[in-house]
């Protein structure tokens, strides 16, 4: 497994619709009064709802040699951040709903599911490079979803096996491992125990910087979880090895519903994020109707020094990213009393300071960590937007269709040569 490089950031989440293509900025404009225009005349055109319209937004650019990606419906856009204009790159073949698309460290691919393949393409062309179809029998079906990039020619992917029972319903069961790009092989993760998880039993999954480890977060309604409790666990890509950081035999988490998602590496490869699941009531009292919150800790790489970040009682603490000094940045959405944010954790002084007040979840630092681009959920849909670091300006990526910029979807970023 090869070293990941840091010329592209990744990951992305996204949904799909087309458009054509669109350049902001005209000759008789600056960047900066060519958002603000489309600011203006989207907001003459539809209302929009509280907390914040764009039109109470201050719309700048920040300075960069790089483009922000993103998808608008099924077109791909490199917006440069420095002029502000917008580039249609590409229309992508269907997606499924919720995708996630990986760009590789190198930027040369990337790798999505579509409603009937998981599919890598070339970036700079958009032509397909490989693809691997649902391998379906009457009664069996394996469908493969990629969730990062070992390395240019291996997808960290999960391989879900469909079959169906004596009662003709579909049962499923899942497993992490990895594609080899070009010749489509599978390979399993390896471990001293076959990892095979049942329906009950979700898996999220991060590879380190180093691209030596994968943290594994495991979550679970009742026992879904084997032969690894739900929780925190390091999986060792060369030599097979499992360690547990986080577990329910710990006692950290309840009985009933439990377990950990969206684990986050810091770029030393010292630190791992996560959200926790934790009841709010004891479970005899109506455990399946019960809010479970999702709680933000943070622990070492080793398993010591483990630490709760959040102590929201209910909504959900999301978008866990690391700056190059250490620094964690998240969200906290849909909580009842309302204090929805996106903070900044300092480790060397365990303080916390709110960035943004509104109901967000953190997507991209950008590569010079000048700005923080994130998703502003508005109640009917959300924003793609920006805030600069140094000063707090806040800015919205505009829709290239020329409507309201609802719905756009981070993709990563490209750097200039």
Known sequence: MSTRTKNVLILILLLVAPTLACNLTTPSQSPEDALATHVSQTMEAQELPPTPPPSETEVVSPAGSFRLLFLEGQDLYAMEVSSGEIQHLYSLPSLVEQSVIHLDSEGMNIAYRDEGALRVLDFSTGEEVYSLTDQET???????????????????????HYILDENDSWIYTSQIGWLTIPDGSWHALPSQEEMIFSADCWADVALSPDGRRVALALSAFGQG?????????????????????????????????????????????????????????????????????????????????????????????????????????????????????????????????????????????????????????????????????????????????????????????????
């Open 138 to 160: 009457e009664r069996e079906l394996n469908r493969y979803i990629p969730r990062d990039w070992i390395d240019p020619e291996s997808v960290l992917a999960q391989r879900y």
């Open 225 to 417: 979880c084997t032969p690894l409790d739900p929780g925190l666990h390091l999986l060792d890509l060369e030599d097979g090895s499992a360690q547990t950081l986080i577990s329910r035999e710990a006692g950290l988490m309840p009985a009933w519903q439990s377990g950990g998602y969206s684990p986050s590496w810091s770029l030393d490869g010292d630190w791992i994020a996560l959200t926790l699941v934790e009841p709010t009531v004891a479970p005899e009292e109506d455990p399946r109707g019960i809010p479970f919150p999702r709680v933000l800790y943070v622990v070492r790489a080793d398993g010591s020094d483990l630490t709760q970040l959040t102590s929201n009682s209910t909504g959900a603490a999301t978008g866990a990213i690391w700056d190059r000094n250490g620094r964690l940045y998240y969200g906290v959405i849909h909580t009842e009393d309302n204090t929805n944010a996106i903070f900044v954790y300092d480790l060397d002084d365990q303080s916390d300071t709110i960035l943004v007040e509104s109901n967000a979840t953190p997507a991209s630092l950008s590569p010079d960590e000048i700005f923080l681009v994130y998703m502003d959920d508005l109640g009917i849909s959300y924003y793609l937007k920006a805030i600069q670091l140094s000063d707090g300006k806040i800015f919205d990526v505009p829709a290239p269709s020329g409507g309201m910029s609802m719905g756009l979807e981070f993709v990563g970023w490209q750097l200039q040569e």
